[in-house]
């Protein structure tokens, strides 16, 4: 690692003034960074930890009905936390990595990051969740902009992440088990007002929703629905783990397989 | 540099380190506490594994300056004043869950934090908590039994695979 000062502050406002210099990046729990900054894949000038921030963390139920998540929660609280309000949501962030990885990675960290694998984002834009930060609200839609691409701006923080919760839910994870992230990863959610399908692991491009395959399931909800439907393997990752085609295939594997766990 | 301060096995501690300095470092250089080993460093074998707070962490993949006032307990820890096992460590030994012992510390820091979450877990449960825990050596079969007995568990009926 090169060297970087660190601040931990203890409110969101003196977060956002201390990634107000240039270089500075906020650190969640470091799950991801801290083996970024060691293969020296990244050199801010200052880290700002917001580990030490009471208000970002945690997991509350809305007036709406919605789940909030405050941005420097680890996997491990949301697993044990949102077990009541968002069974899905929780049985997700148990899945990720291992109990020790839990106990530090953070929702806000997995999501400012936008790994193309991670398990996190699938959740998101799946519920259509809405990502709050220190300056302004984003909708799941418009936030994840391709791989390790975001809308946030610099020094931009997520504060809190809010999930409506839907009607039924379920996140099928395909594990890549060296890695520990979703080779593919579905997560299906069915709301009074439709269905949303969003894929993690696959594409080129990073999460993504499957219309086709939500279209399919607005008419029909059951597994069958899904028959015969078949995502362009051109956008897919091929890498030594799996080629494009076989990424194609799982996330049609994968989508079944969540919308049975829906029923 | 600048100054962290936490307390370590029962000890308030305290030393200078940089922004970088990992947990792992502080740890062992700092603290000459070497009982805490670091295998891979990119925060996948887990033989780092100790406490903050009493949540098992990777300690490879967190800042000292992260762990500014908090608990931390390593291996050094585990056994008594005397050199006495701890329940966990004396299972490991009577059912031989080490050969070469380079992951033991965190395997053990482990298996107490799975013990404290899980008092009597099953095989299976073991086996997934022990996702983050990578052991060369044993194929891990001794490894899942000396935590079932640790946990007060009959381990007879387990055959070897």
Avoid at chain 1, 234 to 241: A, P
Wanted: hydrophobic share 40%.
């Amino acid at each position: 690692m090169y060297s970087f000062e660190f601040e931990k502050p203890s409110t969101i406002a003196d977060a956002v003034a201390a990634l107000g210099g240039e270089d500075a990046q906020a650190l969640g729990g470091g799950q991801t960074l801290i083996p970024t900054l060691k293969q020296r894949l990244a050199a801010p000038t200052k880290l700002v930890s917001v580990s030490g921030i009471a208000e970002m963390k945690g997991v509350c139920v809305e007036d709406d009905g919605s789940v909030a998540i405050g941005g420097a929660t680890t996997h491990a609280t949301v697993a044990r936390e949102a077990a009541g309000s968002y069974p899905a949501l929780a049985a997700l962030a148990g899945q990720i990595g291992d109990p020790a990885v839990r106990n530090r990675g953070t929702i806000g960290g997995s999501i400012a990051n936008n790994d193309p694998a991670a398990c996190y984002p699938a959740a998101v834009l799946g519920s259509g969740a809405t990502i709050v930060t220190n300056a302004r609200q984003i909708a799941a839609d418009d936030f994840f902009e391709g791989m390790f691409g975001t809308a946030l701006d610099e020094g931009e923080i997520i504060t809190s992440v809010r999930f409506p919760v839907p009607q039924a839910a379920s996140y099928q994870k395909f594990l890549q088990p060296a890695s520990r992230f979703a080779l593919v990863g579905a997560y299906v959610a069915r709301f009074a007002s439709g269905v949303r399908v969003a894929i993690t692991g696959a594409s080129e491009d990073g999460v993504f929703r499957w219309s086709e395959a939500e279209a399919a399931l607005d008419k029909e909800f059951r597994p069958d629905a899904l028959m015969g439907l078949k995502i362009n393997p051109m956008n897919m990752i091929g890498d030594l783990h799996g080629s494009k085609d076989y990424r194609a295939h799982l996330v049609s594997v994968m989508t079944k397989r969540a919308v049975e766990a829906c029923m | 540099m600048t100054q962290v301060s936490m307390t370590v096995n029962g000890k308030a501690v305290s030393g200078d380190v940089e922004g970088r300095t990992l947990l792992s470092s502080f740890l062992r250089d700092h603290l000459a506490l070497t009982g805490t080993h670091v295998g891979c460093d990119t925060a996948q074998c887990g033989a780092c594994v100790v406490h903050v707070n009493g949540e098992a962490v990777k300690s490879c993949n967190m800042l000292a300056l992260e762990a500014e006032g908090a608990e931390v307990g390593t291996i050094e820890g585990q056994a008594a004043e005397d050199g006495t096992l701890n329940t966990i460590q004396q299972a490991f030994q009577d059912h031989h869950g080490l050969q070469c012992g380079f992951c033991t510390p965190g395997m053990v820091m482990s298996a107490a934090a799975l013990l404290k979450e899980n008092p009597r877990p099953s095989e299976a449960e073991i086996r997934k908590y022990l996702e983050g825990n990578l052991c060369r050596c044993t194929g891990y079969h001794n490894i899942v039994k000396a935590i079932m007995a640790a946990s007060g568990q009959d381990v007879t009926s387990i055959a070897a695979e």
